[in-house]
């Protein structure tokens, strides 16, 4: 089906003043997740995103054991001066059970013996002549870490579509299992687009800036553990970026910047709509407008404005989404928003979702942030500086210092 007809479908579309949260909808609607997978080590799957599902067939823990270090009791015989019968060590099981008035010395993780119900850790206990005696006020079950109460056979405990961290690695080795199933890896190719670009390693002639944004794509990309093909920079000349885009079509999803906004007497919009099918939005937000999103060849294609911060903020709100979708990714995926106050006055007028560069930084017990001062789209330092944006919703208007505002964190971003 074309990209247009299934937008077509989604209520309040309006690609002359897309809302963000719009945007990504329709984003991720148009997205069909690649469903390749491949089988791999476990410890090759950290940050890969699980293509099966994961089923105890063994309960963690397998036995109910000690908690701690202490004396596995019956309850029932506290009232009592206890005998010693033996000791339970962790893989050292006590092959005995305790009979009325008897105990063993247990260690963590060591199995419960039988007849136990109960430990008592060693802090406590008083040895009386070859007794243990045990003061009152202990609780019936105390210390003891049941079979099962980690994992349960039979009882499902990851679910395909869910991100590999590094606790999932431990779950999957504790369960014995050596090797998951995992999506296929995503390739994601890039260029910059514009005469004016120039590359590190050659001299800036007058009007030239060196091309930053392929960097900072070649960053967050990285961090989202995707395989990437770097195209350069590409001249906004016709048989160039053709060349380019027939190139980067073979990857799963292509990212270019420059080129997409209104006044551009150049010919990428004109060549992103003959070689597929694209979408051309201005979205309510600043910064980052003008956006491209459609398909060229089997490749999803963002088209990226061109000003460093634009790109940043775009990546981060529509490109990281959607490449998550695509990925399989499914639940986690959305960027927690924190609530912090404003240190200072932001003029914002309602109608667009503004991403001001801030620092959240604690003061007198509450989190606070302040922007990161010059905000122009071309400011990368304004990135560098911040470790949040501060997220000023659509409707709102003016933020007087001291009032609440959004935030969301870069750490974990990507
Ligand atoms: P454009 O969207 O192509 O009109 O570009 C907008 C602004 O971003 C212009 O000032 C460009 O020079 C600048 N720009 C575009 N691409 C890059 C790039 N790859 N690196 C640094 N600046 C860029
Ligand atoms: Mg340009």
Same mark, same amino acid.
């Given at each position: 089906?074309?990209?247009?007809?299934?937008?077509s479908?989604?209520?309040?579309?309006?690609?002359?003043?897309?809302?963000?949260?719009?945007?990504?909808?329709?984003?991720?609607?148009?997205?069909?997740?690649?469903?390749?997978?491949?089988?791999?080590?476990?410890?090759?799957?950290?940050?890969?995103?699980?293509?099966?599902?994961?089923?105890?067939?063994?309960?963690?823990?397998?036995?109910?054991?000690?908690?701690?270090?202490?004396?596995?009791?019956?309850?029932?015989d506290?009232?009592?001066?206890?005998?010693?019968?033996?000791?339970?060590?962790?893989?050292?099981?006590?092959?005995?059970?305790?009979?009325?008035?008897?105990?063993?010395?247990?260690?963590?993780?060591?199995?419960?013996? %039988?007849? *136990? /119900?109960? &430990?008592?850790?060693?802090?406590? #206990?008083?040895?009386?002549?070859?007794?243990? @005696?045990?003061?009152?006020?202990?609780?019936?079950?105390?210390?003891?870490?049941?079979?099962?109460?980690?994992?349960?056979?039979?009882?499902?405990?990851?679910?395909?579509?869910?991100?590999?961290?590094p606790?999932?690695?431990?779950?999957?080795?504790?369960?014995?299992?050596?090797?998951?199933?995992?999506?296929?890896?995503?390739?994601?190719?890039?260029?910059?687009?514009?005469?004016?670009?120039?590359?590190?390693?050659?001299?800036?002639?007058?009007?030239?800036?060196?091309?930053?944004?392929r960097?900072?794509?070649?960053?967050?990309?990285?961090?989202?553990?995707v395989?990437?093909?770097?195209?350069?920079?590409?001249?906004?000349?016709p048989k160039?970026?053709?060349?380019?885009?027939?190139k980067? %079509?073979? *990857? /799963?999803? &292509?990212?270019?910047?420059?080129? #997409?906004?209104?006044?551009?007497?150049?010919? @990428?919009?004109?060549?992103?709509a003959?070689?597929?099918?694209?979408?051309?939005?201005?979205?309510?937000?600043?910064?980052?407008?003008?956006?491209?999103?459609?398909?060229?060849?089997?490749?999803?294609?963002?088209?990226?404005?061109?000003?460093?911060?634009?790109?940043?903020?775009?990546?981060?709100?529509?490109?990281?989404?959607?490449?998550?979708?695509?990925?399989?990714?499914?639940?986690?995926?959305?960027?927690?928003?924190?609530?912090?106050?404003?240190?200072?006055?932001?003029?914002?007028?309602?109608?667009?979702?503004?991403?001001?560069?801030?620092?959240?930084?604690?003061?007198?017990?509450?989190?606070r942030?302040?922007?990161?001062?010059?905000?122009?789209?071309?400011v990368?330092?304004?990135?560098?500086? *911040?470790n949040?944006?501060?997220?000023?919703?659509?409707?709102?208007?003016?933020?007087?210092?001291?009032?609440?505002?959004?935030?969301?964190?870069?750490?974990?971003?990507?």
């Amino acid at each position: 089906m074309s990209l247009a007809k299934i937008i077509s479908c989604l209520d309040g579309y309006d690609p002359e003043a897309l809302h963000v949260a719009k945007a990504r909808e329709a984003m991720r609607a148009c997205i069909a997740p690649v469903p390749d997978t491949e089988s791999v080590p476990v410890r090759s799957a950290l940050g890969r995103v699980l293509a099966q599902e994961i089923v105890p067939t063994l309960n963690v823990p397998a036995h109910d054991n000690s908690a701690m270090d202490g004396y596995a009791v019956r309850f029932a015989d506290l009232d009592r001066p206890l005998r010693e019968i033996g000791t339970a060590l962790a893989g050292k099981p006590f092959a005995g059970a305790l009979g009325a008035g008897e105990c063993a010395r247990i260690m963590t993780g060591a199995v419960m013996p %039988a007849g *136990a /119900d109960t &430990v008592v850790i060693q802090e406590i #206990v008083k040895k009386d002549g070859g007794r243990i @005696v045990v003061p009152p006020g202990q609780k019936r079950a105390r210390n003891v870490r049941y079979a099962g109460e980690d994992l349960k056979v039979g009882i499902p405990v990851l679910t395909s579509g869910k991100l590999l961290r590094p606790a999932e690695l431990g779950l999957i080795a504790s369960l014995g299992i050596g090797e998951v199933r995992v999506r296929r890896r995503l390739r994601v190719a890039f260029f910059s687009t514009g005469d004016e670009l120039a590359s590190i390693g050659t001299k800036l002639k007058e009007g030239e800036v060196y091309d930053s944004n392929r960097y900072t794509l070649h960053g967050m990309l990285s961090r989202l553990g995707v395989e990437i093909v770097d195209l350069g920079v590409v001249r906004d000349d016709p048989k160039a970026l053709e060349d380019a885009f027939r190139k980067a %079509a073979l *990857a /799963d999803a &292509v990212i270019t910047t420059g080129g #997409v906004s209104v006044g551009e007497a150049d010919f @990428v919009k004109q060549l992103m709509a003959k070689l597929g099918e694209v979408l051309f939005w201005k979205i309510a937000m600043r910064p980052g407008r003008p956006m491209a999103f459609g398909k060229v060849g089997g490749a999803y294609l963002f088209g990226l404005p061109g000003n460093p911060v634009a790109v940043m903020v775009t990546f981060y709100q529509f490109v990281r989404d959607a490449l998550l979708h695509l990925s399989g990714r499914t639940g986690d995926t959305a960027l927690p928003l924190l609530r912090a106050v404003c240190a200072e006055t932001i003029r914002k007028v309602p109608g667009r979702t503004e991403y001001q560069r801030g620092v959240l930084y604690g003061e007198k017990d509450e989190w606070r942030v302040r922007t990161t001062g010059q905000q122009g789209s071309g400011v990368l330092r304004s990135m560098s500086e *911040a470790n949040c944006f501060i997220v000023l919703e659509h409707e709102r208007g003016n933020v007087a210092a001291g009032e609440p505002v959004s935030v969301q964190l870069f750490e974990g971003l990507a």
